[in-house]
C-alpha cells in the first residue's frame, strides 16, 4: 500500500516529466517565431509594353504576304500547280506573322532588366528565369517616398518612366497593408504612356499603366 509520501513523490515525478516533455516544446516555439510580426503587404503597379514601331513593321510585311499569296492563287486557279509550294510557304509565313501581331498587341515582350524603385535593383521577374515574355509585369512601389522611378532595359535600350501616388498604412492584425492611391505618371522617355484603372480612386494594385514605344 502506498503512503502519502510515496503518492506526493509520484506526483512531483509526473509534473516533473511533463514540465521536461513541455518546457522545450514551448522554447522551439519561441524560437521558431523569434522572427516572426506583422507581415507587410507591399503595393505594386501593372506595366504593359507595346512596341508601336515593331507592329507597323509587321503590318507592313503582313500586307507583302498577302499580296503576294493573293497573286500566288489567282495564277493556281488558271492552272499553274507549280505555285502550289510557293503558296503552302506564303501561308506558314503568313501565320507566323499573325502570331507575332497578336502577341504585340497584347502587350507580350521580353524585358532584360529594371532598376528599381528610384535606382535600386534590378528587380527579377518569372521570365527571368524561364525566359519567356509576359504580358503584365509588377514593378513594386517604394514605400518611402510619394514618388517612384524605374529604368527599362529591352533589347539594349533604356526608358525612364516615373509615377506618383498617395500612401495609406492599415493596420490589422499580424498584418501592415500599405494601399496606394491615385497613382498617375509624371515623367517618361516613351513615346506614350496611358493609365487604366476601373475606379475613380486608382488603387495601384488595380492599375495597368500602358507604355507605347
Known amino acids: 500500500m502506498l503512503n502519502l509520501y510515496d503518492m506526493d513523490l509520484k506526483g512531483f515525478l509526473n509534473w516533473s516529466l511533463f514540465v521536461l516533455l513541455t518546457v522545450p516544446l514551448g522554447i522551439l ?8 510580426g506583422p507581415s507587410t503587404a507591399e503595393p ?10 515593331s507592329l507597323t513593321k509587321v503590318e507592313d510585311t503582313l500586307f507583302v504576304l498577302e499580296d503576294s499569296l493573293e497573286t500566288v492563287m489567282t495564277g493556281i486557279d488558271t492552272g499553274n500547280t507549280d505555285l502550289d ?6 501561308e506558314n509565313n503568313i501565320d507566323a506573322y499573325e502570331q507575332v501581331k497578336n502577341d504585340i498587341e497584347n ?33 513594386p512601389l517604394d514605400m518611402n517616398y510619394d514618388t517612384c ?28 497593408v500599405v494601399r496606394v492611391y491615385e497613382t498617375e505618371v ?5 513615346d506614350s504612356v496611358k493609365v487604366n484603372c476601373d475606379k475613380t480612386d486608382c488603387i495601384s494594385n488595380e492599375t495597368t499603366i500602358k507604355v507605347y514605344f
Open 44 to 53: 505594386f503597379v501593372n506595366f504593359q509594353f507595346f512596341n508601336i514601331d
Open 149 to 176: 522611378s524605374f529604368i527599362v532595359d529591352i533589347n539594349g535600350n533604356e526608358d525612364l518612366v516615373g509615377v506618383q501616388y498617395i500612401r495609406e498604412i492599415d493596420y490589422t492584425s499580424y498584418q501592415i
Open 29 to 36: 516555439s519561441c524560437q521558431d517565431c523569434r522572427d516572426c
Open 85 to 90: 509550294t510557293i503558296r503552302v510557304e506564303l
Open 107 to 139: 502587350g507580350k515582350i521580353k524585358i532584360d532588366q529594371v532598376m528599381g524603385p528610384n535606382g535600386e535593383g534590378p528587380i527579377y521577374f518569372t521570365d527571368s528565369l524561364t525566359n519567356d515574355s509576359l504580358t503584365t509585369f509588377r514593378f
Open 186 to 190: 509624371i515623367e517618361y522617355t516613351y
